[in-house]
């Protein structure tokens, strides 16, 4: 079972995906996939894909000097940019049975909010450099579901997202109307990285900075918090 739920969950996003593209070799093979154990007949040489770049050699549990094409496909460059193909790890995606989407991250926390249809598959990415993609759980619920990130899967909870974001929106909506567009506080701020001096403070309202601050408490070092303040777009004063 184990292994047809690692099968199942690479289907949603290379179904979307022509395997022409790849520039490794597809080899006719008869034996099973070193990553997922799943019976295979056609294979990409475990070393024409996997370098010594490549940190999580753990995840590569089965006997096999081959990886099916739905791996290769998660982890090698397929996504066309501006100058070359790009690995899905230099994005963040979101995946149906419709669509593969490569997401804008000013688009993101509105996706979020209002995922359009299940199931789906969502990866979001901080550093554009760690493979993600085939570690990708697929959801079955627009309210509760899990996110892939670069530093884990995170539990999005949309009642939860809703309840804190008028606070952080407000705090990261734009003070000043200069070229720099500078907000009430700064993102590290929002998490607690560091501490805001007195003086944004007063501009913000002494009273409902720390009113609102006990609030946050309760959420900041969650992989939760991080995710929501990581998405979250800087918001025009009124």
Partial sequence: MKNFKKNKKMQLITKHINKNILTCEIKQVNTICKWSGKNITEGILFSDIIGDSFTELEIFKYKSDYLSVDFALLTQPVIKGEKQLNALRNYSFFATNKELKILNRDTILEL???????????????????????????????????????????????????????????????????????????????????????TKISEYGIVKYFAENDILKQYRNTMFFKLLVHVLNKKDCV
């Fill in 112 to 198: 979020l909010l209002n995922i359009p249809e299940t199931p789906f598959q969502l990866g979001i990415t901080y550093s554009n450099k760690k493979h993600i993609a085939y570690k990708t759980p697929i959801n079955y619920s627009k309210h509760i579901f899990k996110v892939c990130t670069d530093t884990g899967t995170v539990v999005f909870d949309v009642i939860k997202a809703n309840k804190l974001l008028p606070i952080i929106q407000s705090w990261y909506t734009i003070a000043k109307t200069t070229s720099l567009q500078p907000t009430y506080f700064t993102k590290d701020e929002i998490l607690g990285v560091s501490m805001p001096n007195t």
